[in-house]
């Protein structure tokens, strides 16, 4: 009975992928984003899904406020809290954007040198989950340049992007 309904669900699952694929090949962009090693037809979907018409938003900012991605200080009078995700958007999307992530820093190779250098830099290193937020927060910067401006990703412009310390001068 319980291989039945596994069988049976497994059915239903590739039905709605296939439906999934369907409608997502009518959109034009995102061809170019699922050419992005490791992002796939469930991240561009639930992406799109959950943010609607992208044009919509004046900046990639807007869109990591709308996940939840934003930062904010926990702080009163002279304490300074740590500062933290503010989870106040959209939790399907926040989900979305970290499951989709982790399989992107595993094989694409810009996106694990950006994670590496997250958390091994020697100022301010993040944990691993941080540095998975701040991933999520590229990805929708990445996404967001390509469905509006209708660019090709460009892994090399993707790496310039990180500011890394100048080697100190010898005196």
Same mark, same amino acid.
Not at 9 to 35: D, F, G
Not at 48 to 62: H, N, T, W, Y
Not at 70 to 96: F, M, P, V, Y
Not at 122 to 142: F, G, M, T, W
């Given at each position: 009975?319980?291989?039945?309904?596994?069988?049976?669900?497994?059915?239903?699952?590739?039905?709605?992928?296939?439906?999934?694929?369907?409608?997502? /090949?009518?959109?034009?962009?995102?061809?170019?984003?699922?050419?992005?090693?490791?992002?796939?037809? &469930?991240?561009?979907?639930?992406?799109?899904?959950?943010?609607?018409?992208?044009?919509?938003?004046?900046?990639?900012?807007?869109?990591?406020?709308? &996940?939840?991605? &934003?930062?904010?200080?926990?702080?009163?009078?002279?304490?300074?809290?740590?500062?933290?995700?503010?989870?106040?958007?959209?939790?399907?999307?926040?989900?979305?954007?970290?499951?989709?992530?982790?399989? $992107?820093?595993?094989?694409?190779?810009?996106?694990?040198?950006?994670?590496? *250098?997250?958390?091994?830099?020697?100022?301010?290193? $993040?944990?691993?989950?941080?540095?998975?937020?701040?991933?999520?927060?590229?990805?929708?910067?990445?996404? *967001?340049?390509?469905?509006?401006?209708?660019?090709?990703?460009?892994?090399?412009? $993707?790496?310039?992007?990180?500011?890394?310390? /100048?080697?100190?001068? &010898?005196?």
């Amino acid at each position: 009975m319980l291989l039945e309904d596994y069988e049976c669900k497994s059915n239903q699952y590739n039905e709605v992928m296939e439906l999934i694929e369907e409608l997502c /090949s009518e959109i034009p962009e995102v061809k170019e984003l699922l050419e992005i090693k490791g992002v796939g037809l &469930a991240t561009v979907s639930g992406f799109l899904a959950e943010v609607g018409d992208i044009r919509r938003f004046k900046s990639p900012k807007q869109i990591q406020k709308l &996940a939840g991605l &934003a930062l904010r200080e926990n702080s009163s009078g002279k304490h300074k809290g740590q500062t933290r995700i503010s989870k106040r958007g959209r939790g399907g999307l926040r989900a979305t954007l970290f499951q989709g992530v982790m399989p $992107l820093v595993s094989r694409n190779a810009e996106f694990r040198e950006i994670h590496r *250098y997250y958390t091994t830099r020697s100022e301010n290193p $993040l944990r691993k989950k941080q540095s998975l937020i701040a991933i999520s927060c590229k990805l929708i910067r990445v996404f *967001y340049a390509i469905l509006t401006k209708g660019i090709k990703y460009d892994g090399t412009k $993707l790496m310039s992007d990180i500011k890394r310390p /100048s080697e100190p001068l &010898a005196a």
